[in-house]
């Protein structure tokens, strides 16, 4: 079973040279940790906490370690950030008599364990640390307790705001609202004034569909029951919850599904509560006709454990527009959009 945050691109449609979101599927996603990293080391360096409010000056050094993950993805022009990061500073301070001679100085750490996507709206738990414990040491911290927590977590939440509007990506979006436009009607009209058949030959050849079709099968253990787990991948409002994309899910045999905006429809087969998923599914970037079918299976061991077995059959090879990794991007959806996220959301991780 992988592990949280394996693979980079989950269910990516790689960009076109004309720069355009492919019918409605198409993950666009971008890594943001050395992003993240280098937020952080500027709002961190030399921030001063105080500077000499009772005699006391306190500063953040640098930041020293960030681990973890972050990424933004986009689709349709929709925003999801992703990440959970663990994040250490350094602080150093001192205290100076009236005359402003250092009495004495001290270091320590400043850590927050966990920054994440699915905590946002809340502030992230931040540790103080000092490495000397005497007198001035514990002033020192206190102060820094007192004074740098605020300023600490007030540049935390610049970082949560900067990635809900896309992280890096910013600028790149606010072009891409415009870019398709001309860069299309530049295209056309390259397309217009070419007079070598050789290139039109070409142009063909890169959208020529290849034949074709795989199976996908992967196993998954919740800490759940399996009853649980069944009823969050047929509820509709379940899954806008941990997608952040519109579902529309039929609890009924031959009912319609449509999840992730619409990207991918189909029709439920068979339906076992607590045991069976059966459904035909499609992706609006496959080539028309093209339909596959997922058999997710659950099985209890013992109370308050699941294991999940799925079996994606019938997944082309390549879409409508030339991409051949519609199978990998395909199986990393499956586990980091759809089983991780659940784990994530709804606290379901072994």
Same mark, same amino acid.
């Given at each position: 079973?992988?592990?949280?945050?394996?693979?980079?691109?989950?269910?990516?449609?790689?960009?076109? =040279?004309?720069?355009?979101?492919?019918?409605?599927?198409?993950?666009?996603?971008?890594n943001?940790?050395?992003?993240?990293?280098s /937020?952080?080391?500027?709002?961190?360096?030399?921030?001063?906490i105080?500077?000499?409010?009772?005699?006391?000056?306190?500063?953040?050094?640098?930041?020293?370690? &960030?681990?973890?993950?972050?990424?933004?993805?986009?689709? *349709?022009?929709?925003?999801? =950030?992703?990440?959970?990061? %663990?994040?250490? &500073?350094?602080? #150093?301070?001192?205290?100076?008599?009236?005359?402003?001679?250092?009495?004495s100085?001290?270091?320590?750490?400043?850590? +927050?364990?966990?920054?994440?996507?699915?905590?946002?709206? #809340?502030?992230?738990?931040?540790?103080?640390?000092?490495?000397?414990?005497?007198?001035?040491?514990?002033?020192?911290?206190?102060?820094?307790?007192?004074?740098? *927590?605020?300023?600490?977590?007030?540049?935390?939440?610049? /970082?949560?705001?900067?990635?809900?509007?896309?992280?890096?990506?910013?600028?790149?979006?606010?072009? *891409?609202?415009?870019?398709?436009?001309?860069?299309?009607?530049?295209?056309?009209?390259?397309?217009?004034?070419?007079?070598?058949?050789?290139?039109?030959? *070409?142009e063909?050849?890169?959208?020529?569909?290849k034949?074709?079709?795989? !199976?996908?099968? +992967?196993?998954?253990?919740? %800490?759940?029951?399996?009853?649980? &787990?069944?009823e969050?991948?047929?509820?509709?409002?379940?899954?806008?919850?941990?997608?952040?994309?519109?579902?529309?899910?039929?609890k009924?045999?031959?009912?319609?599904?449509?999840?992730?905006?619409?990207?991918? !429809?189909?029709v439920n087969?068979?339906?076992?509560?607590?045991? &069976?998923?059966?459904?035909?599914?499609?992706?609006?970037?496959?080539?028309?006709?093209?339909?596959? !079918?997922?058999?997710?299976?659950?099985? #209890?061991?013992?109370?308050?454990?699941?294991?999940?077995?799925?079996?994606?059959?019938?997944? =082309?090879?390549?879409?409508?527009?030339?991409?051949?990794?519609?199978?990998?991007?395909?199986?990393?959806?499956?586990?980091?959009?759809? /089983?991780?996220?659940?784990?994530?959301?709804?606290? /379901?991780?072994?």
């Amino acid at each position: 079973m992988a592990k949280f945050g394996e693979g980079d691109k989950r269910w990516i449609v790689e960009d076109r =040279p004309d720069g355009t979101n492919v019918h409605n599927w198409h993950w666009a996603e971008t890594n943001c940790l050395e992003w993240s990293r280098s /937020f952080f080391t500027n709002q961190f360096s030399n921030a001063v906490i105080l500077s000499g409010e009772g005699n006391l000056f306190i500063k953040i050094k640098k930041l020293e370690k &960030l681990e973890g993950e972050a990424y933004v993805n986009v689709r *349709k022009g929709k925003i999801i =950030p992703g990440y959970e990061l %663990s994040v250490s &500073l350094s602080w #150093e301070g001192e205290a100076k008599d009236s005359e402003g001679k250092t009495i004495s100085k001290a270091e320590g750490a400043v850590d +927050m364990p966990y920054i994440s996507d699915e905590n946002a709206d #809340e502030d992230p738990e931040v540790r103080v640390s000092v490495k000397d414990e005497g007198a001035v040491g514990k002033a020192l911290k206190e102060a820094m307790v007192k004074k740098g *927590k605020g300023v600490v977590l007030e540049k935390v939440r610049v /970082f949560v705001e900067a990635m809900a509007k896309g992280g890096p990506c910013r600028d790149e979006l606010e072009n *891409k609202k415009v870019a398709p436009k001309w860069v299309a009607a530049a295209a056309a009209a390259v397309e217009k004034t070419s007079v070598l058949p050789a290139v039109v030959v *070409k142009e063909k050849k890169k959208v020529k569909t290849k034949e074709g079709f795989k !199976t996908i099968s +992967m196993t998954e253990k919740f %800490s759940c029951r399996a009853k649980d &787990l069944y009823e969050i991948l047929m509820d509709e409002n379940r899954w806008k919850g941990f997608t952040q994309s519109n579902a529309k899910i039929s609890k009924d045999v031959n009912g319609p599904i449509s999840v992730f905006d619409g990207s991918v !429809t189909g029709v439920n087969v068979e339906l076992e509560e607590g045991k &069976l998923i059966v459904q035909k599914w499609r992706f609006g970037s496959w080539s028309d006709g093209l339909d596959s !079918t997922v058999k997710i299976t659950f099985e #209890e061991p013992e109370p308050g454990v699941t294991i999940v077995n799925l079996t994606h059959t019938d997944v =082309p090879e390549e879409d409508r527009y030339g991409n051949a990794t519609v199978v990998e991007n395909t199986e990393r959806g499956w586990r980091d959009l759809i /089983f991780h996220r659940i784990r994530a959301v709804f606290g /379901f991780g072994m």
